[in-house]
Nanobody
Framework: QVQLVESGGGLVQAGGSLRLSCAAS????????MGWYRQAPGKQREFVAF???????VYADSVLGRFTISRDNAKNTVYLQMNSLKPEDTTVYYC???????WGKGTLVTVSS
């Protein structure tokens, strides 16, 4: 059974930082592309970043230069380091595996102005 469990969300002031974690089980983590997405109420889920098995990463323009995705294959965990946070980054962040496709339940990030 595949499980993705996100953690690290919370309340932070604008300009601050948070690090999200996603612990995976039930998959061959090291072979899997892992991604972060986010979804605000009433809006479509949007891509934030993904990291390939070789640690190559791709970012959405909206977070490029502020967010960094990384992975620790020994811990089956993917991270999202978020710096210079803005109020518009406030939403629920979800972890995703691509093959097979699974989603975590999300973690809420709130950035106050």
């Amino acid at each position: 059974q595949v499980q993705l469990v996100e953690s690290g969300g919370g309340l932070v002031q604008a300009g601050g930082s948070l690090r999200l974690s996603c612990a995976a089980s039930g998959i061959i983590f090291s072979n899997n592309r892992m991604g972060w997405y986010r979804q605000a109420p009433g809006k479509q889920r949007e891509f934030v970043a993904f990291i390939r098995s070789n640690s190559g990463a791709v970012y959405a323009d909206s977070v490029l230069g502020r967010f960094t995705i990384s992975r620790d294959n020994a811990k089956n965990t993917v991270y999202l380091q978020m710096n210079s946070l803005k109020p518009e980054d406030t939403t629920v962040y979800y972890c995703k595996t691509y093959a097979p496709e699974y989603w975590g339940k999300g973690t809420l990030v709130t950035v106050s102005s």
